[in-house]
T-cell receptor, first 112, second 113 residues
Framework: DAGITQSPRYKITETGRQVTLMCHQT?????MFWYRQDLGHGLRLIYY???????DKGEVPDGYVVSRSKTENFPLTLESATRSQTSVYFC???????????FGPGTRLTVL | SQKIEQNSEALNIQEGKTATLTCNYT??????LQWYRQDPGRGPVFLLL?????KEKRKERLKVTFDTTLKQSLFHITASQPADSATYLC????????????FGAGTRLFVKA
């Protein structure tokens, strides 16, 4: 029972580089989400997806791009990383029939 | 402006006591509220969900109350144990099945043996 996995778990990159964070879930959940978590802030929604090929912006989408060609994968790309994108990123998923989200273990990203 | 407030100071209690965590919100009318547990270096884990028409929900040693007049939820852990030490997040949703879950910053709980 793999559940929801994220890779890499840790990433250090430099300003201006492109970075892709991966998220994979084995439950065939329809909905998937990307959040960032910073000290003093709650989890903030970056993007979400209701199904394959359907994505929409959350609260803080600027500087990020997502895609969802397959139900089980939801990659998040930072097209040109900035220091302000240093954060812990969590992917989550849920079914269409429940309101409870299941979170991955997170990716700690540092942008130098 | 819309806000969710959880006590940013850590809560320290003795093993066996009841821990009570508070979640206050302003300018929201949530359809339901959830509580999650988060351990260091891990993702949040769902604990309880309570809907706007429910006053109280229980699960084992956990109890959640939801007062839409006071705009407040209380989360209780009875007979607390050191293993309950973690950060607890509250989260609001404006509608069932929605995509706009709003999370509080969390309260850190330490239970001393």
């Amino acid at each position: 029972d793999a559940g929801i996995t994220q890779s890499p778990r840790y990433k250090i990159t430099e300003t201006g580089r492109q970075v892709t964070l991966m998220c994979h879930q084995t439950w065939s959940h329809s909905y998937m989400f990307w959040y960032r978590q910073d000290l003093g802030h709650g989890l903030r929604l970056i993007y979400y997806s209701a199904a394959a090929d359907i994505t929409d912006k959350g609260e803080v989408p600027d500087g990020y791009v997502v895609s969802r060609s397959k139900t089980e994968n939801f990659p998040l790309t930072l097209e040109s990383a900035t220091r302000s994108q240093t954060s812990v990123y969590f992917c989550a998923s849920r079914t269409a029939n429940t309101d409870t989200q299941y979170f991955g273990p997170g990716t700690r990203l540092t942008v130098l | 402006s819309q806000k969710i407030e959880q006590n940013s100071e850590a809560l320290n209690i003795q093993e066996g006591k009841t821990a009570t965590l508070t979640c206050n919100y302003t300018n929201y009318s949530p359809a339901y509220l959830q509580w999650y547990r988060q351990d260091p270096g891990r993702g949040p884990v769902f604990l309880l969900l309570i809907r706007e028409n429910e006053k109280e929900k229980r699960k084992e040693r956990l109890k959640v109350t939801f007062d839409t007049t006071l705009k407040q939820s209380l989360f209780h852990i009875t007979a607390s144990q050191p293993a309950d030490s973690a950060t607890y997040l509250c989260a609001l949703d404006m509608s069932t099945g929605g995509f706009k879950t709003i999370f509080g910053a969390g309260t850190r709980l330490f239970v001393k043996a």
